[in-house]
């Protein structure tokens, strides 16, 4: 498709988007008492496995300090737990335990509208909508990690 078949307000309506999306991380945050970092490294977490705490300071972009200090609060509020590296026993892994109860609860219903959403859409457009959303999230992380050196 070719940028002038886009709505005059394209651009407008993506931030809208991206800024309801943050909205209600931060909120979803806020109701299971996590900071919106606390949640991103929880995610990252989450879709990545178990990593040392230097590799998830690289990925939210934390110092060491503030990223052990992260790694307290989650383990305290039961989300993730510090374990010996298998490979080497003089590191240390974090990893997320379970699916967190209350923030799949908080999450419930945004996650059913969406559903809700997508199921208007078929099966071509959510391949394309899909596909999107995996190449957006690489052009996102590669302009991040371009930023950050």
Do not use: M, S
């Given at each position: 498709m070719s940028t002038s078949a886009m709505r005059a307000d394209a651009g407008d309506v993506y931030r809208q988007y991206l800024s309801a999306v943050m909205f209600h991380g931060h909120a979803s945050a806020r109701a299971c008492g996590l900071g919106a970092t606390d949640l991103y490294a929880l995610n990252i977490l989450q879709l990545t496995g178990a990593m040392t705490p230097g590799e998830l300071a690289a990925r939210t972009g934390l110092t060491t300090g503030p990223t052990t200090r992260l790694i307290d609060r989650l383990e305290q509020a039961g989300y993730v737990r510090r374990a010996p590296d298998p490979d080497d026993r003089r590191k240390v892994t974090v990893e997320p335990v379970g699916r967190p109860a209350a923030l799949?609860?908080?999450m419930a219903p945004a996650r059913e509208r969406i559903g809700e959403i997508l199921t208007g859409y078929s099966p071509d457009q959510l391949r394309?909508?899909?596909?999107?959303?995996?190449?957006?999230?690489?052009?996102?992380?590669?302009?991040a990690e371009q930023l950050r050196s």
């Open positions: 799949d609860q908080v394309v909508l899909f596909d999107y959303f995996a190449r957006a999230a690489d052009a996102y992380q590669e302009a």
